[in-house]
């Protein structure tokens, strides 16, 4: 099993809809997680992250974390064209203390 | 814009030579990490610095090497490179070690 897992899509969202993206980790003793946004030719854009069971909002964007489950979300609301990226979820591993990436999800905004 | 800035911007390279890559890590920032991302895929851990010594290593090769200066800023080396090591190479700067901040990458061609 990979360590952190991300369908790899694409995920493609009508403008304005709820665009939902999610990521598996392994190591079941992870604190910490991270989304970040990369557009195509740039480097990656950290967007949020989160170390509490539950929701983080911050204004378009809600991550969620359930550690029972082992799982991460990021939601985004009013989805725009701009918001068309590969979003990678990343995990701060608690076995080893190094942050692992998934290999990214491409969403597609539809206008 | 992180602050975060890396030369060169775009290299070529033939296979068994060596490379020196830098970065100029975000003001107030002492910790600079390394990854390695290839197309298609998340960023590869490839190590961290903290105040000058390494503390943290993926599974890269020892031809992987980097160093921290005392203002901060890092060089990757790498020697006797491959076809294989023609990525994005990606520094990033941390206040806490944790949540990473990127600067713009390396594109690595190696022929």
């Known amino acids: 099993q990979k360590e952190v897992e991300q369908n790899s899509g694409p995920l493609s969202v009508p403008e304005g809809a709820i665009a939902s993206l999610n990521c598996t980790y392994s190591?079941?003793?992870?604190?910490?997680f991270f989304w970040y946004r990369q557009y195509s030719g740039k480097s990656p854009e950290l967007i949020m992250f989160?170390?509490?069971?539950g929701d983080k909002e911050d204004g378009r964007f809600t991550a969620q974390l359930n550690k029972a489950s082992q799982y991460v979300s990021l939601l985004i609301r009013d989805s725009q064209p701009s918001d068309s990226a590969t979003y990678l979820c990343?995990?701060?591993?608690?076995?080893?203390?190094?942050?692992?990436f998934g290999k990214g999800t491409r969403l597609h905004i539809l206008p | 814009e992180t602050g975060v800035t890396q030369s060169p911007t775009h290299l070529i390279k033939t296979r068994g030579q060596q490379v020196t890559l830098r970065c100029s890590s975000q003001s107030g920032h002492n910790t600079v990490s390394w990854y390695q991302q290839a197309l298609g895929q998340g960023p590869q851990f490839i190590f961290q610095y903290y105040r000058e010594e390494e503390n943290g290593r993926g599974n890269f090769p020892p031809r992987f090497s980097g160093l921290q200066f005392p203002n901060y800023s890092s060089e990757l080396n790498v020697n006797a490179l491959e076809l294989d090591d023609s990525a994005l190479y990606l520094c990033a700067s941390s206040p806490t070690g944790v949540e990473q901040y990127f600067g713009p990458g390396t594109r690595l061609t190696v022929t």
């Open positions: 989160i170390y509490s069971n």
């Open positions: 190591d079941r003793g992870s604190q910490s």
């Open positions: 990343a995990g701060l591993m608690n076995r080893d203390d190094k942050i692992i």
